[in-house]
């Protein structure tokens, strides 16, 4: 007799559980949200700019002032870090630069990955502004950015960028006496 | 009549049948981390300098007294030195502390903003002479000429304090190269 009231209570949950209405959870406003977000998201993210990025290992320089990227032809980065220089969209490895500097070899070899670059350039659009945009740890002597500015100027770069942290607060620091 | 009224309601269920939102949940759920993880977080500013030209160009003060056609600012490791063209001698700004790492408190970029700020003041340019010679102040070439253990910040802070003051035509020289176009 036990068994049978336990099997009938046991029944009765089970039928309650399955006869409750199945409610669904509203996503529309959660869709809606997300919608907004990702178009958020494209607008502002533009693969252009991920490839002009430096990794985290860079401690980057700031300014105040900022200037504008031509809005036509290519821009080329070269990241100046102090155990490497990494150029060319696909960031490849040069060498160090105190290397850079003292081997002719590598030199040469970055002036003329640099000279492909400003040739193709020149194919694709003569008119085409070329840009090369430098990437370095603010603690990196100049010695190696003259070097690297003079052998971009040698490849045919006419437009030179420094890349650096927008910090407009700097101002007041600087002004305030 | 009842087959009908069967079929409408077939399509009234059809109607008001929800639209399956979980595979575009799905999709916003891969597609927004992988933005966030891109988005630059970081405001990136760019600062253009020009090239040193390779020839000729440096012709300073021929046409007249008054007239600065290139200001040299030189930046060594324990002073900044700035030069108008139509000057002999250099105004040396001393760092303020020695051995300071922070290039901020190193070196005077406060009087050096103060001195591109005053330019206008002590070289007064009329408007007459303007028009007649074409000439403005901010038109003047800013020449930089870092040494070569001067860390890359300070170099940054200089051009910064040239663009903040209306000087956009920089142009970068190396000491090396100065000194070569000397002798």
């Known amino acids: 007799m036990k068994q049978t009231k336990t099997k009938k209570a046991r029944t009765s949950i089970i039928g309650s559980r399955k006869k409750r209405p199945v409610t669904e959870m509203n996503i529309t406003s959660l869709i809606d949200i997300l919608t907004i977000l990702l178009v958020f998201l494209i607008k502002n993210v533009s693969l252009d700019t991920t490839n002009l990025l430096p990794s985290q290992k860079m401690e980057m320089p700031y300014s105040i002032a900022t200037d504008e990227l031509v809005k036509e032809g290519k821009v080329i980065p070269i990241q100046i870090y102090f155990d490497e220089i990494l150029y060319g969209p696909d960031l490849t490895p040069?060498?160090?630069?105190?290397?850079?500097?003292?081997?002719?070899?590598?030199?040469?070899?970055?002036?003329?990955?640099?000279?492909?670059?400003?040739?193709?350039?020149?194919?694709?659009?003569?008119e085409s502004p070329r840009c090369i945009l430098i990437q370095a740890d603010m603690g990196i002597p100049c010695r190696y950015i003259t070097r690297v500015i003079s052998v971009a100027g040698v490849a045919g770069f006419n437009h030179i960028y420094f890349s650096t942290l927008h910090k407009p607060g700097e101002i007041s620091e600087l002004r305030r006496l | 009549?009842?087959?009908?009224?069967?079929?409408?309601?077939?399509?009234?269920?059809?109607?008001?049948?929800?639209?399956?939102?979980?595979p575009i949940m799905n999709l916003f759920l891969v597609v927004i981390p992988f933005l966030l993880m891109i988005m630059v977080t970081a405001q990136m500013a760019l600062l253009e300098i020009q090239l040193a030209s390779s020839g000729g160009g440096d012709g300073a003060g021929n046409e007249g007294e008054e007239e600065i056609k290139e200001i040299s600012v030189a930046i060594f490791d324990d002073r900044l030195e700035v030069k108008l063209s139509n000057q002999d001698k250099a105004d040396v700004l001393p760092v303020?502390?020695?051995?300071?790492?922070?290039?901020?408190?190193?070196?005077?970029?406060?009087?050096l903003d103060r001195m591109f700020q005053n330019?206008?003041?002590?070289?007064?340019?009329s408007d007459s002479l303007k028009q007649i010679t074409g000439l403005d102040l901010h038109e003047a070439l800013v020449r930089i000429i870092?040494?070569?253990?001067?860390?890359?910040?300070?170099?940054?802070?200089?051009?910064?304090?040239?663009?903040?003051?209306?000087?956009?035509?920089i142009r970068y020289s190396s000491a090396t190269t100065k000194l070569l176009k000397r002798n």
Do not use: W
Request: aromatic fraction near 8%.
């Open chain 2, 119 to 125: 330019f206008d003041e002590e070289f007064p340019v």
């Open chain 2, 146 to 169: 870092p040494s070569e253990i001067v860390k890359y910040q300070a170099l940054l802070l200089v051009i910064d304090i040239c663009k903040m003051n209306n000087f956009p035509n």
């Open chain 2, 1 to 22: 009549m009842r087959r009908i009224s069967e079929s409408r309601t077939a399509k009234l269920s059809k109607m008001t049948k929800p639209i399956n939102l979980v």
């Open chain 2, 96 to 111: 303020i502390a020695e051995g300071i790492e922070d290039i901020m408190q190193r070196y005077d970029f406060t009087e």
């Open chain 1, 94 to 126: 040069i060498g160090t630069p105190d290397a850079f500097i003292n081997d002719d070899e590598i030199r040469n070899a970055t002036l003329a990955a640099m000279q492909h670059d400003t040739e193709q350039m020149l194919y694709n659009n003569p």
